[in-house]
């Protein structure tokens, strides 16, 4: 357990090598800089602008030059968000863009496994297909296409909650993006919990337990809920790195200052150092995730052995 | 040895008919038997058929993506032919200039013309979804069939090979999987925009292609590996085959059930990561237009002309809805083992 462990560790540092590399590369291939715009800049503007960022040094300068902010963890001022080091702007937006998305993700777990395990114990009944039929369409209708549809029915129709706005964690505000960015993921867990408790129901193990008289509340919560929500369980790794996808969408959608909407502006400015930090950052949160992810099989699986 | 899958010309007794839902033969539907004899037998294909049409859903599903993908085909020429509109067309007349309502006209009168309203600049919704739909199936289809042939040839070659080259090339794969692939795609087309539209699609093609080859390969992988040591294969060897051919011409195709299932998985989730790109102004740019790059544009304007969102966002969302139990249909018809009873 602890050599595959810190094997998985070790792997994560060339992996985060090689995708600094790549996004710095294309980054320099890309043409343009982020000062190029509609108007044509003086030459001797531009050549201030070079020397001042560095650009007219050597590219293996420039290059090592962001290896070694990122290893000492610095990761250089915002190129278009002046004065503002992308450090400050990750930890600005980290907050909004998290609580978005453990929101969403806890809504989806509550609402997903309840559906997943009533459409299981309830096979083939009406509530059932509804609840399939309901997971569907969640993983059916984009979340840029509910996300607007949610405002024009809740806030522009009904005005219960603000259509664009961030008011901090607990507040109206947040209700809307979180269900919008829920919807597929309690697709997902409701149909990975369906499939999953359907096998586990059916096996010796769960026999035994009604054999032995436990009431049918303790055989589904104490025995089967344990083997049926493994499924569940491996879809957290993957679920990390749709989120984040999510996340961008939706905080486009709602105007929320998060991490993904930077993220794009940051693309779109071509403002280097916050792309290769906002890369970085959700490249490390995504290995060492399904790092997590894969240690916890073993502990709720005995039968996992690394 | 006996050959479970090619039904023997004998006719069958009652109880091989009901031996259970682990053997294809039992499967087949006791109308087969036409008085007292039996019609030809019943490939694996052709059973997984029979079972797809009697599953309600996925027959909605193959209906909605059928008329969907026909209309989307034909209907923008349809139209031009009717009323003249096409995707890209603006009103010469000033005053049609704006966004109308569905079935509203100059004056705010109630007209055929515009059945789904028109946008901005009094383009045709209809035209203009049905043409986004050419775009989007498209580029679904390319994309999946970029990714089928990359992750075919790839998992096909890891599990043939075997020992220290499989290990590496899977290795390499449960690499890639690791990787925030999207963000590198953001980065990709945000930074790299092609200089014509049609390139744009291009690389479209190949970004969402090469992203989506990975569970392919797996699975590929996994089917070759059972099938590799099969008499078959020995048979093929022994007269004389090259490696190339045992893999591609013998191997291959005795694995498709599964491909055939996930591709039809994967043309969802690609035409969803289009949309992704195009909402967020990557993917396909104008004068094309695509579902994604049509709600994009709808979402703006969402407070006053809300039909702009709401068509081109429902047409996607049915058409994914309907691809989705299209495939969860074949999965349950080509594999028995794992259908959710």
Redesign the interface.
């Given at each position: 357990m602890l050599r595959f462990i810190i094997r998985r560790v070790v792997?994560i540092i060339p992996?985060l090598f090689i995708?600094v590399t790549?996004?710095w590369v294309?980054?320099r291939?890309?043409p343009g800089n982020f000062y190029t715009g509609e108007k044509k800049l003086a030459p001797a503007v531009e050549n201030n602008l070079r020397e001042k960022y560095g650009l007219n040094r050597p590219w293996h300068v420039q290059y090592r030059k962001v290896l070694w902010n990122m290893a000492r963890l610095d990761l250089g001022n915002s190129l278009k968000y002046e004065g503002q080091s992308v450090n400050q702007i990750l930890w600005r937006t980290l907050p909004v863009s998290a609580a978005l998305g453990i929101t969403a993700y806890l809504i989806a777990l509550i609402v997903g496994i309840t559906m997943g395990t009533l459409a299981a114990l309830k096979q083939n009944s009406w509530l059932d297909y509804a609840s399939m039929t309901v997971a569907?369409?969640g993983?059916?209708?984009?979340n840029?296409?509910l996300?607007?549809?949610l405002?024009?029915a809740f806030s522009?129709t009904l005005y219960w909650f603000p259509p664009a706005l961030w008011n901090g964690f607990p507040s109206k505000s947040v209700v809307l993006p979180a269900l919008t960015l829920s919807a597929i993921y309690v697709a997902y867990i409701a149909r990975l919990t369906r499939?999953g408790m359907?096998e586990v129901l059916r096996s010796d193990y769960i026999r035994t337990a009604r054999a032995k008289g436990l009431t049918e509340r303790q055989v589904v919560m104490r025995h089967a809920l344990r083997g049926g929500l493994l499924p569940v369980v491996s879809f957290s790794g993957p679920a990390l790195?749709f989120l984040?996808?999510g996340t961008?969408?939706v905080e486009?959608?709602f105007a929320l200052p998060g991490l993904g909407n930077y993220?794009?502006n940051a693309?779109?400015n071509?403002d280097e150092p916050l792309?290769i930090g906002i890369?970085a950052f959700?490249?490390i949160t995504?290995?060492v995730f399904?790092l997590l992810v894969d240690i916890s099989y073993a502990f709720i699986d005995p039968r996992i052995r690394y | 040895m006996a050959d479970l899958d090619k039904p023997n010309d004998r006719p069958l007794d009652d109880a091989e008919l009901h031996l259970g839902p682990e053997y294809a033969v039992a499967e087949r539907d006791v109308s087969e038997v036409v008085s007292g004899e039996i019609v030809a037998g019943s490939s694996l294909w052709r059973d997984a058929w029979r079972r797809l049409l009697r599953n309600k859903v996925a027959v909605f599903g193959m209906i909605v993506v059928f008329l969907l993908t026909v209309s989307s085909v034909i209907g923008p020429a349809i139209i031009k032919r009717a009323t003249g509109n096409t995707y890209d067309s603006i009103p010469k007349d000033a005053a049609l200039l704006k966004s109308f309502a569905p079935f509203r006209g100059a004056g705010g009168k109630f007209s055929w013309a515009h059945p789904m309203g028109t946008d901005n600049t009094g383009r045709d919704i209809l035209a203009r979804v049905l043409s986004g739909g050419q775009i989007s199936l498209m580029v679904a289809l390319i994309a999946t069939l970029v990714s089928l042939v990359i992750g075919i040839s790839y998992g096909a070659i890891a599990g043939y090979a075997g020992g220290r080259a499989d290990d590496l090339m899977m290795r390499i794969v449960d690499?890639l999987y690791?990787?925030?692939?999207?963000?590198?795609v953001?980065?990709?087309l945000?930074?790299?925009p092609a200089k014509t539209p049609t390139a744009q699609l291009a690389e479209l093609f190949f970004a969402l292609g090469a992203v989506s080859w990975l569970t392919m390969a797996r699975i590929v992988r996994g089917q070759i590996i059972s099938l590799k040591n099969q008499d078959f294969v020995l048979a093929a060897r022994a007269t004389g085959v090259s490696t190339p051919k045992i893999i591609f011409r013998h191997l291959v195709p005795n694995a498709l059930g599964p491909v055939i299932v996930y591709a039809t998985l994967t043309i969802?989730s690609v035409m969803?990561s289009e949309?992704?790109l195009s909402?967020?102004g990557l993917g396909v740019r104008p004068p094309r237009v695509s579902w994604?790059s049509l709600?994009?544009e709808?979402?703006q304007n969402?407070?006053i002309y809300?039909w702009q969102?709401?068509f081109p966002?429902?047409t996607?969302?049915?058409m994914?809805?309907s691809l989705?139990?299209l495939g969860d249909g074949l999965r349950d018809a080509l594999d028995p083992q794992t259908r959710?009873e």
């Open positions: 792997v992996m995708i790549l996004t294309l980054v291939l890309a569907m369409l993983i059916s209708i984009p840029f296409v996300g607007p549809l405002v024009l522009l499939s359907l790195a984040i996808t961008v969408v486009r959608v993220f794009i693309c779109f071509r792309i890369v959700i490249a995504v290995l399904n | 690499v690791s990787l925030p692939y999207v963000i590198l953001i980065v990709l945000a930074l790299l969802p969803l949309a992704f909402f967020l994604g709600a994009a709808g979402a969402l407070a809300p969102l709401i966002g429902l996607m969302a049915l994914l809805f989705n139990f959710k």
